[in-house]
């Protein structure tokens, strides 16, 4: 009847254009991302703007984002705070003169001239008037503190050591699981694989005996020789790389009077490059966090302290300074940050991948 | 793929069986770093570490080690700091363990999403925290939730929630641990993401043409084909929980601070061994910790028929 004369094209109230329509999801997912990334990150933040700050700030009960001050205003040769007073004229930046309960007196900065006025309000309510004043102090003195500079260069070099021992060891025996038929040797990749679930704590005890029998303990050789024996995630890693690198060119390799040696280093290694970055890396990553073996083994012995042990000493102290614990953070994970994004793509796509895959 | 090795043939066995001989002595040659440290740094010691499990060994009196029998043993019925660094630990699997599952995973479908902007960036940058040494990740948390200054309280704050004192009160340490792992999901998230890429497209174009939802695919495609990857992660933050140490230590000053609520299994031992010195209770820890994470990997992979799905039969 009526209602079908009514029946103009009746559109709903929100009716979104194709193109709006194709880009909605979009929109929210990358709005969701960039907000789940900013809290995720936020902690850096944290880190980075209270390295500025100095412990006033950090202290400051109407504690400020940024670092910042509050502003004084000089009056005829005494300062006095800027507060934020609520006037009739609005919200006023006025100099507290002389602070009363219920009322008190203040002079405007811009117009010193006029003198000192009353204002009705209680002045602790009021917020005090802000600049941004960082202080780059903590940065030296947190450097100095924790002898950041001997704590790298310990670091340094056990990390350095211990890579190149890793990575010599490693290569040599993924090759030899992936290129040669010796008896047994499935059983032997078994149990080695099956080393990964065997927690370090077992094997502690004995080996801190052992080293300290043979006069290595508080030294840095406990933290290094080890790992010039091989690894199980970097043999691992390793061999499915070499397997899947042609057999037929080794093969023509060896038809031509190359030994075994000559075949992993002309044949094997250039092909490897990306596989030995990574495990190199994880080990440098590796060394530079390791925490249990230095404490254990170095105990007592500052002058070789790594940094990760070095600035848990510092731990106490810095809780009570929270400025010189961030700037002593940022300075510590420079290092780590900048070749983690020169080589991101090493941990964040590929190889990562392939060798814990299968 | 292992290719079946020709087996030698009568006429050419001798130059073979000589060629066979030279591989085996090339390849023990290259295998040979593992084979001494493997013997040397874990077979040993492993043995070693079980027979000190039978003594009153103490590195400063080792004239006076005795044989203990199984005293050691136990003692772990009678200690109750052992039943509390194994209620610690049990606590933590149970509050950390879902998040280290959950966590990642959503990452990993968050930066899979074709909806996403700037996909590979997401990725360095979720993944970057995990990069950050422990030390400085529990010192930016702890400021970050520091009673009074953090940004955690603060912003709690915001909707007139009072915060707890994080790491100070031992109901909540435990939590503020938890909270702070989320820094090291990268790893997992990574794996994750590996896992997603690999769900056939043409799953999810059948599940679309059958009507099914975005949550129904997510339940019925995408966790059926991901679950070998889940079973992984949690095997991994299980024997992870057993081994938690750094973090427990740097926040309790080694000490299991507040009230023995951070006392973790890992913790407990490393005192008993290196501060108490009682090494030979010290490698008892570490064996019983060694049967354990066995057991639970074992469980699990018995129970996994029963919810890993893979793909081609095994």
Known sequence: ?358 | MAKKVEQPQGKQAKPRNNLMRREIRWGLLFLSPWLIGFFIFTLLPTLASLVFSFTNYNPLHPDQISFAGLSNYARLFTDPFFRQAIGVTLRFVLISVPFAIIIPLGLALLVNSEHLLGKNLYRTLFFMPSMIPVVVNVMVWRGIMSTETGWLNRMLGVFSIQGPSWFQDERWVLPALTLMGVWGVGNAMIIMLAGLQNVPTELYDAAKVDGATSIQRFRHVTLPIISPIIFYQLVLALIGSFQYFTQAYIVSNGRGDPNGSTMFYNLYLYRTAFNFLDMGYGATLAWVMFVVVLLITIFLFRTQQRWVYYAGGE
């Open chain 1, 1 to 358: 009847m009526a209602s079908q004369t009514l029946s103009v094209p009746a559109k709903p109230r929100f009716q979104l254009t194709p193109r709006l329509r194709k880009l909605l999801p979009y929109i929210t997912i990358s709005t969701l991302g960039l907000v789940i990334l900013l809290l995720f990150l936020a902690p850096l933040g944290y880190m980075s703007l209270t390295a500025f700050k100095t412990i006033v700030q950090v202290r400051d009960p109407h504690s400020q984002w940024l670092p910042a001050s509050p502003i004084n205003y000089t009056y005829q040769g005494v300062e006095y705070p800027l507060l934020l007073v609520p006037t009739e004229d609005g919200v006023q930046e006025l100099a507290l003169v002389r602070p009363g309960r219920e009322e008190s007196d203040y002079v405007d900065p811009q117009n010193p001239e006029a003198g000192i006025f009353t204002v009705v309000g209680r002045w602790r309510t009021f917020e005090p008037v802000y600049e941004f004043n960082p202080t780059t102090a903590n940065f030296p003195t947190s450097w100095e503190q924790v002898n950041l500079g001997r704590l790298f260069r310990n670091t340094i070099i056990i990390a350095t050591l211990g890579t190149i021992g890793t990575l010599l060891s490693s290569v040599l025996v993924a090759y030899g699981f992936a290129r040669f038929r010796v008896p047994g040797i499935s059983i032997l990749f078994i149990i080695l694989i099956s080393t990964i679930i065997l927690p370090r704590q077992v094997t502690l005890i004995p080996t801190y005996i052992f080293f300290r029998t043979i006069g290595w303990g508080g030294t840095w050789l406990p933290l290094i020789v080890p790992h010039f024996f091989a690894n199980a995630y970097n043999v691992f890693l390793l061999r499915q790389y070499f397997r899947s690198i042609p057999r037929d060119l080794d093969e023509a390799a060896t038809l031509d009077g190359a030994t075994p040696w000559q075949v992993l280093w002309h044949v094997i290694l250039p092909q490897s490059i990306p596989a030995l970055i990574a495990v190199g890396l994880f080990h440098f990553f590796f060394a530079w966090n390791d925490f249990f073996e230095p404490l254990v083994y170095l105990q007592g012995r500052e002058d070789l302290y790594t940094i990760s042990i070095g600035m848990t000493q510092f731990n106490n102290i810095f809780n009570t300074q929270p400025g010189l614990a961030m700037a002593a953070s940022m300075m510590a994970i420079a290092l780590p940050l900048i070749m983690f994004f020169l080589a991101q793509r090493v941990f964040v796509q590929g190889i990562v991948v392939t060798g814990v895959e299968k």
